[in-house]
């Protein structure tokens, strides 16, 4: 409750603080009526008022002042979006910091639906998406096994080549294959996209499994192997049911880039019919007109399913990147 | 019956397309993972017959999707390849084709030639314009493409750690901050660059309206090249710090209590326990983090791409938005012979500044070395 809780760890306080603590929440409070004094007066905007709050925030509790500012940064963005998709089509262009506009409606969202060809955008993208992060999985978990726990010839020089492949600007394999997709007339066909993505998702996918196989002690391998176990049955038993975090990473990684994916689909897309959502939406904001409507709903649509399978495999996300990097 | 572009005819059309594909490569794996093993074990009777098999998939797939397109990019380096000449390199005859010969040194040397210079009757002029504008020369461009890395990593870094160092404090509501601040993270790049060009938009862009409100005044984010700068790596900032934040409260979060409790016994201060134990122990993640910051905003071209396109007068763009246009872009004649030797430089550009990072840093080490 009191400020020393979050001050302490900065080592600063002490007994003779007290009084200075008193000040700060004298002055937070100032602060705070202050900002509702302005905003009565100037015809009730909230902006005083939150500004008010805010700086009062800081001064009482700094930590909380930063930390509530900058995760408004992070969200505000996102509520505009939401906001704007819900603005009526007359009032769309307006100057308005309101989050839920005046005279809200679900019009845009309709439009999406049946103006454009959303459903159809979003199904593409789906397929593509899935048969990437099943395919990419299917081909780097194996590998990935056999970089961890076998010395071979050719090991390390294969190692450092995936490491390099991170350094291809994206065009420079994106050239050569726009050339031969053309060559073969395989534009608009999402073939040719799925086995793109698929090559530069494997790379980074037997980074992160091979990372963390090598976290498993071979010992629970052999073990099994004593058992009567097979080297790759102990391989399915053993080692990927424990490498569910990692595994799931690896999925969402490839998902997300997949899913988002737009310069090369650009490229490669070019008929409405294998149309992308990323290409759908880029086609509604051309112009700022009233599509911005119908961009904002789409939007909303397809990151709200991305944004809920991250913050529920975050935790995996974040245990399985860090995952033995420190020695304490 | 069709509904918003989806019907069943649809489904069933690219149904018929993937699901072949995922049965097919699946099958195939298979079949080539126990046909290798047996050839590689009873035929040739190699000790490394396993590993070798679980790897066929793998190196297959590169090869056939990434090494094999490399190879063919350095062979088009020497081709003259763009927009009018592409009949002459078509498999199927589309028409009369100019050329007298597809690949030849002369090309590759005109092609590298001209990432540099602009040269006129063998008399070099001077830099060579990559876009429209004079202005857009390759020291322009890799001077714009150091300034963007920068200070890109630079924000992230601090304001990454800043808010990791925070966030391992005792402090309520830790849970709800994190989810909020890592939602940049999750949201598609097409998404947040779309998005924040409207949001730059001079009159109706919120960005705007806020300055105004606090009483400054608007700026034309989106024409003007400073501001237009500015706005994508604000942008491409706002981005990037939630990965730090992550990657760094979790290396803070397993590094032991006790070293902080013995250093505080001797007296250490704030700033000497986060100098003297939080950045050593942490350099095995800070180093691999900044060495793939790096490269990736090196190479980032989706938000440039997305909020400026490059402009206002190529003023936003580096290296690699500049190679995506001269290729595919509305500003040139999909140079493409050109635009593959544009890439090489590139590439070679940042391979020899890793080389030289990750010999110095040690960094990377322990990720591939364990």
Redesign the interface.
Known sequence: MNST??A????RSSLSDEGYKQLRQYGAVALLVGGLILTVTNGMSW?YAIIGAWLGLLLWKP??G??VF??A??????L??ISISLRPTDGL???S?DLIPPGATFNSFVEL??E??????V??SL??TV?VS??GI???A??A???S??R??GR?P???FL??????????????????V??LNLTN???GL???Y???A??FS??ILK?YY?TIPPDLEEAAMVDGCQ??EAFYKVILPLSTPALSIVFLFNF?AA??E??VA??ILQSN?VMTW?LG??EL?GT?NTD?GK?AAG?VL??LP??LL??WQ?KY???G??LG???? | MEFSGLSGDVILGTLGQILPLIVGIIIGIIALEVGMYLFLARVVKTKHALPFTLLAPAIIAITLFMVYPLIFNVLLAFSDLKRSTFPCYSPVALGACELDHLYGLDYAIKNFTDVFFRVRDGEILGWGRLLRTADSTFPVLLGRTVMWTVANVIFHFTIGMGLALIMNMKIRFKGIYRALIVIPWAIPGVIVGLTWKQEFHAQYGFVNVLIQALGGQAISWLDDPTAAFIAVVFVNIWLGVPFYMVMLLGGIQSIPGDYYEASEIDGANAWQRFNRITLPLLRPIIIPAITLDVIWTFNRLDIIFLITGGGPQESTNILVSALYNAAFGPAATQQLGFAAAFSIIIFLILFAFALVWITTSGGLKEIYDR
């Not at chain 1, 302490?8 to 080592?11: F, G, H, L």
């Not at chain 1, 291809?168 to 050239?175: K, N, Q």
């Not at chain 1, 990097?325 to 304490?328: E, L």
Request: glycine share 4%; proline share 5%.
């Open positions: 809780a979050a302490k760890p900065a080592s902006g930590l909380h930063i930390l900058y995760s940064i992070s969200v505000y963005p996102v505009r979006v262009l307006s100057r910091l639906f049946t454009e060809e959303f459903l159809r955008w199904w593409n397929t593509i048969a099943l395919i299917a081909i780097s194996t590998g096994y056999a970089f726990r076998w071979f010839p390390r294969m190692l450092i490491l390099t492949t991170q350094m291809l600007p994206a065009s420079m394999l994106l050239i050569p294959i726009f050339v031969i053309a060559q066909n999402v073939l799925v086995l793109a698929t090559s530069t494997v790379p037997i980074w990372g090598d080297r790759m997300l899913w988002a737009f310069l650009k490229v019919a990323s939406l880029n904001i700022f911005w961009y939007s397809v990151t991305v944004l991250f913050m975050s996300l974040i245990s990147l860090t990097s420190v020695k304490g």
